[in-house]
């Protein structure tokens, strides 16, 4: 876990002016996906490209189907079938 946070310690520095609150925010919602990407073991680039093609048609009530591990899911069902 401490070896996980070590990335975001050592870059402090150059978010600490991320612009405003709101880019920070949007910069913490990156870095976590990306993190937990990163622990599910995948690839965090094919993972956005994906959603970000997919998101502006998704339904807003079924969002958490996006979240990393519910993609990584439906992605092994795809390859499987």
């Excluded at 994906?50 to 969002?63: A, T, Y």
Aim: hydrophobic fraction near 45%; aromatic fraction near 10%; charge should be positive.
């Amino acid at each position: 876990c401490e070896r996980a946070m070590r990335p975001i310690a050592i870059g402090r520095k150059n978010w600490l002016f991320a612009g405003s609150e709101r880019g920070g925010r949007a910069a913490a919602i990156a870095y976590s996906l990306i993190q937990t990407c990163v622990f599910h073991d995948i690839e965090p680039f094919a993972y956005l490209a994906d959603i970000l093609k997919r998101l502006p048609s998704h339904q807003i009530n079924r969002v958490s189907e996006l979240l990393p591990f519910n993609w990584k899911k439906a992605q092994s069902e795809i390859k499987t079938a």
